[in-house]
């Protein structure tokens, strides 16, 4: 059955799609359940942020945002070693977190996982930035808590 | 399953770990694991060492997965040697290319072990 762009986007965009890629990532990877959450988020001064672009069919990006302590947690569960502060490994492991997160998402919808690639993963680290992308279709914006 | 020496090609030198892990817990007794970031690390490497197995990522920097595939039948470097992609990129039409490619199996990211154990221990079984 053939999907028009506009109906992939509406596929795409559903939130839960966004939900389950987290879920599937971060369950098969660290080996933790990953879950949606509505309470405050924690804003801690230095982050570590991944971004991947999106290509083709769908122009955009997954960025995804992790203060210091979560990003610390992450590349010691990925990796099974222990970091004291976000060194080039914690880095390299935010990354592949977001380009599977956006690879899992774009996934979810046959059209877009043909048809659009994914950019190589940026990160950016420090304190007091913001990003910007230019014109989204769409943009989801969750906050996440894993245990 | 005898010991084997393993290629494990991506530019993110944890998901290499990850990777390797995998195999590990996937019952394989890992002789030698070379490492390489990029397509072009993998071919050097092919060109002085000789392996069992090959599992390489596809979105890379400078040579992604699929030329380094293409590089190493049209160099016929490792003849005989399965090579499994590992990637994000899950729609038929990547599986396909890498199959064209030559590629002998394909993993998407994210993996267990036990999926990597399904795919990667039936081409060594048959090499």
């Known amino acids: ?147 | 399953m005898s010991e084997i020496r393993t290629l494990i090609v991506d530019d993110s030198s944890v998901m290499r770990k990850i990777v390797e892990r995998a195999l590990r817990q996937a019952g394989l007794t890992l002789m030698v694991v070379h490492e390489a970031g990029s397509g072009t690390e993998g071919l050097d490497l092919l060109r002085a060492k000789q392996v069992d197995l090959i599992l390489s990522d596809i979105n890379m920097p400078s040579m992604d997965g699929l030329e380094f595939l293409r590089q190493i039948r049209a160099q016929n470097l490792a003849p005989g040697v399965p090579v499994v992609m590992i990637t994000t990129e899950s729609s038929e039409e990547h599986v396909k290319q890498a199959i064209l490619a030559g590629a002998q199996g394909y993993i998407r990211k994210p993996f267990t072990a036990e999926q990597v154990k399904e795919r990667v221990l039936p081409l060594l079984n048959a090499a």
């Open chain 1, 1 to 147: 059955m053939a999907v028009s762009l506009r109906e992939s986007v509406q596929l795409v965009s559903d939130p839960r799609n966004l939900d389950a890629s987290v879920e599937e990532v971060f369950q098969l990877m660290l080996g933790v359940t990953c879950r949606r959450d509505s309470g405050p988020v924690l804003h801690e001064l230095e982050s570590v942020t991944a971004v991947v672009g999106f290509g083709g069919l769908l122009s955009g990006a997954c960025v995804f945002r992790s203060g210091s302590s979560a990003a610390i947690k992450i590349a010691a569960l990925m990796t099974g070693m222990e970091f004291d502060e976000i060194d080039d490994t914690v880095k390299d492991a935010i990354g592949e977190i977001g380009n599977m997160l956006a690879g899992a998402w774009k996934g979810k919808v046959p059209n877009l996982a043909a048809n659009c690639g994914l950019s190589v993963p940026a990160v950016i680290t420090g304190r007091d930035y913001n990003l910007h992308v230019q014109a989204p279709e769409f943009q989801l914006h969750h906050a996440y808590r894993f245990a």
